[in-house]
C-alpha cells in the first residue's frame, strides 16, 4: 500500500512539475515580444498596411494580417506627433513599422538594393521595431501630395530631391520636421523612412505577427 502511495504521489509531482512548466513557458513567451500595436496607443493614427496585401514592391502579401506594430516607447512617440499635427488639422498615416526578419531577408533576396532595402546581415532598424514609414493626411484623412509614391525606388523619393511642387516639397518637410520634433530622423533615400533615436539600442527581432500581438 505504501508503494501505491508512493507511485501516487509521484504522479502527482509530475503533473504539477509538468502545468507549473507549461504556464511558466506561456508567460515567457508573453514577455518575448516588446511590440505593441499602433492604434492601441492612440487609435487616430491611419494605418495602409501595404505589405499585408499585394500592392506593394514585392508585388504578393508579406504580413499575415493588416498591422503595424512598433516598441512600445517608440509608439508613444509617434502618438506625440500625431497629437502635434493635430493641432494644425493634419495627421498620420502609417504604412510600415516592425518589420520580422524573415520578411527582410525575403525582400533582400529579389531586391539587394542598398539605400531602400536594408541587408538582413545588419538588419533594418524596421526589424528592431524602432523604424517607421508614413506620411501626412489632411483632416478628412487623405494624403498630402508628395514628391515620389511611396516605396518608390527612384531619385524622387529622395529627401533632398529638388524637383516636383513646391507644395509636394512643403509637406515633404512638413513632415520631416514634425518627425524631428519627437527625436525621429530620416535618411537620404526615403522622405517616408524615420528611425528612432534609439534605434541602434534594441536587438534584430523576428517575431511573428500573431507572437507580437500576444496570439
Known amino acids: 500500500m505504501f508503494g501505491r502511495r508512493s507511485k501516487r504521489n509521484s504522479y502527482w509531482s ?27 496607443v492612440n487609435p487616430r493614427i491611419q ?27 517608440v509608439a508613444e512617440r509617434l502618438s506625440r506627433v500625431q497629437e502635434d ?20 531577408k525575403k525582400m533582400w533576396a529579389r531586391f539587394p538594393l542598398e539605400g531602400f532595402i536594408a541587408n538582413p546581415a545588419k538588419g533594418s532598424n524596421h526589424n528592431r521595431g524602432a523604424a517607421v514609414d508614413l506620411t501626412l493626411v489632411d483632416g478628412e484623412g487623405r494624403e498630402l501630395a508628395m514628391p515620389s509614391a511611396y516605396d518608390e525606388f527612384s531619385e524622387r523619393s529622395h529627401r533632398d530631391y529638388a524637383g516636383g511642387t513646391e507644395e509636394e516639397r512643403r509637406n515633404r518637410k512638413a ?15 526615403e522622405w517616408w523612412h524615420f528611425d528612432d533615436k534609439d534605434a541602434k539600442n534594441y536587438p534584430v527581432l523576428d517575431i511573428s505577427f500573431e507572437d507580437a500581438a500576444g496570439h
Open 14 to 40: 509530475v503533473v504539477r512539475l509538468v502545468l507549473f512548466l507549461l504556464v511558466f513557458a506561456a508567460s515567457a513567451g508573453a514577455e518575448e515580444s516588446p511590440l505593441i500595436e499602433i492604434q492601441k
Open 85 to 104: 499635427l493635430e493641432r494644425r488639422g493634419l495627421g498620420l498615416k502609417v504604412f510600415d513599422g516592425y518589420r520580422p526578419l524573415a520578411v527582410q
Open 47 to 73: 494605418t495602409d498596411v501595404r505589405y499585408a496585401t499585394a500592392d506593394n514592391f514585392m508585388k504578393e502579401p508579406l504580413y499575415s494580417s493588416a498591422r503595424c506594430f512598433l516598441r512600445k516607447e
Open 175 to 189: 513632415l520631416e520636421e514634425a518627425m524631428q520634433k519627437e527625436g525621429f530622423k530620416g535618411i537620404s533615400t
